[in-house]
């Protein structure tokens, strides 16, 4: 039987897991989630005309053909401060002294700016040297957002500019979903873990704070990080006590058919019901998605290059999924630094670097790459993605690159099982 191809195993993925109930939190603890439910402007910004600049509220049509050698000399009937409102309307004749961000007096319908203007020294008048036309740094009530107007659909990152609006319309909390709680479970009996001594035919075990870490990234909530030994009843012990407590088990290693791969079998035998066993991708073929009871697992492959891109493509999705969006990330056209060969009937992910010089597309550097090493992972910005339909590619052919940090997302439909 062919195997899956990435595209369709993507989608089929999506549906081992739901987006998680929404909650309100606190605005600081909805940073880098996402909005479960659109927002609205509840007031206008700004609230009122308001001044633009420190300096003084005048009738415009009185600074008419003024100038420093014939300045318009008005009365200083009031202060007007932010957060004040002001004692009196402007009458003829009359100017109000004003501060940056203060109500507009009714009858005033310019601001002259401090350093057009100068007040006499017993404080009674202001001489205003420039001529200005009606609304002249005056900010109009509702000139950036009216009452009513949708700000923010659901799926909206939370960043901190969003947190700055919602905090300018006077809330303190957001509707977001929790981050996934996750365990992460390693296997093999050639690891040993940092800190302790290893002979060189074992294996420091890596890959728990590595995938712990892109779970992290994808906004996760790491909670148990476990080794088990490759033996079917170590396996099945740490499954059936990790998986209940989390929304998305993540395991890695003995996902191959290997004699000692006892991952997937282990995980069927305890009533997993898989979505995806196998993927035409390269690397990262064995990765596999499933569900057990009402936990999501994703069966990452043990070589650090192949777990990366599993979870790039199978568990970010589903962790992004629980939060309730889809992730579309940005793709680039880029010449290939090199010729490359590759098996046909896998798409090949490869970590990227990107060069731009002069114009026309960027060049795309491809790390060397194989699915155990693990040093490809750290400089590149995307990956190039080389088509499952094609073997040999030439110097200067053109590929598409995924870019790593330039995403959108949108909201995922909360029925399960919906189609990504
Ligand atoms: N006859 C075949 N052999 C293999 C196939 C195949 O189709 N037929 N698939 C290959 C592919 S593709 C991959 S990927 C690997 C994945 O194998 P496993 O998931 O079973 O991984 P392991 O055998 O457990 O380990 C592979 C490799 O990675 C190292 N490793 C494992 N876990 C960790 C860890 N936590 N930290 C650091 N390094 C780790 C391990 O020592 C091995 O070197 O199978 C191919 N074989
Ligand atoms: O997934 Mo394996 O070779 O693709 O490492």
Not at 73 to 95: F, H, K, N
Not at 145 to 165: D, H, I, K, N
Not at 256 to 265: A, I, L, T
């Amino acid at each position: 039987m062919p195997l899956t191809s990435l595209s369709t195993a993507r989608q089929v993925a999506l549906d081992a897991i739901a987006p998680a109930e929404a909650e309100r939190v606190s605005l600081l603890d909805a940073h880098g989630r996402f909005l479960a439910a659109g927002v609205s402007a509840t007031r206008s910004l700004p609230g009122c005309d308001n001044s633009a600049m420190d300096g003084w509220a005048v009738r415009a049509e009185e600074t008419r053909g003024v100038n420093r050698d014939r300045p318009a000399r008005l009365r200083i009937v009031d202060t007007v401060y932010a957060g004040a409102l002001p004692s009196r309307s402007l009458q003829p004749g009359e100017a109000a002294r004003i501060f940056t961000g203060a109500p507009i007096p009714s009858g005033a319908d310019a601001v002259i700016r401090q350093e057009a203007a100068r007040a006499s020294d017993d404080g009674l008048h202001v001489e205003v040297f420039i001529t200005v036309p009606p609304g002249h740094d005056i900010r109009r009530a509702g000139e950036e957002v009216t009452a009513g107007t949708a700000l923010f659909v659901p799926g909206q990152r939370v960043g901190a500019a969003v947190l700055g609006v919602l905090a300018s319309m006077g809330e303190t909390t957001a509707s977001v979903r929790p981050p996934p709680r996750v365990a992460v479970l390693a296997t093999g009996d050639e690891l040993v873990p940092p800190g302790m001594p290893a002979l060189p035919h074992q294996v420091y075990e890596s890959n728990l704070i590595l995938v712990a870490a892109l779970a992290r990234e994808a906004g996760a909530d790491v909670r148990h990080l476990d080794r088990a030994r490759d033996d079917e009843g170590a396996l099945r012990d740490a499954i059936s006590r990790l998986a209940p407590q989390v929304d998305v088990l993540i395991t890695t290693g003995g996902a191959s058919v290997g004699d000692k791969d006892h991952m997937k079998r282990v995980l069927a035998a305890l009533g997993a019901r898989f979505h995806v066993d196998g993927v035409a991708l390269k690397p990262g073929k064995p990765v596999a998605v499933a569900r057990l009871g009402d936990t999501a697992v994703v069966v990452l492959p043990g070589n650090p290059g192949a777990a990366t891109v599993a979870f790039d493509q199978f568990a970010r999705p589903l962790l992004l999924k629980r939060q309730g969006v889809l992730e579309t990330r940005r793709r680039v056209r880029a010449r290939l630094s090199e010729a490359r060969h590759k098996q046909a009937g896998l798409t090949y992910l490869i970590t990227a670097a990107l060069e731009y010089s002069g114009t026309g597309e960027p060049l795309a550097r491809l790390r060397p790459q194989g699915a155990g090493q693990i040093l490809q992972n750290v400089h590149g910005e995307g990956w190039a993605i080389l088509p499952a339909g094609q073997a040999d590619f030439a110097e200067g052919d053109i590929v598409d690159v995924e870019l790593f940090h330039d995403s959108a997302y949108v909201a995922a439909d909360s029925a399960p099982g919906a189609p990504a």
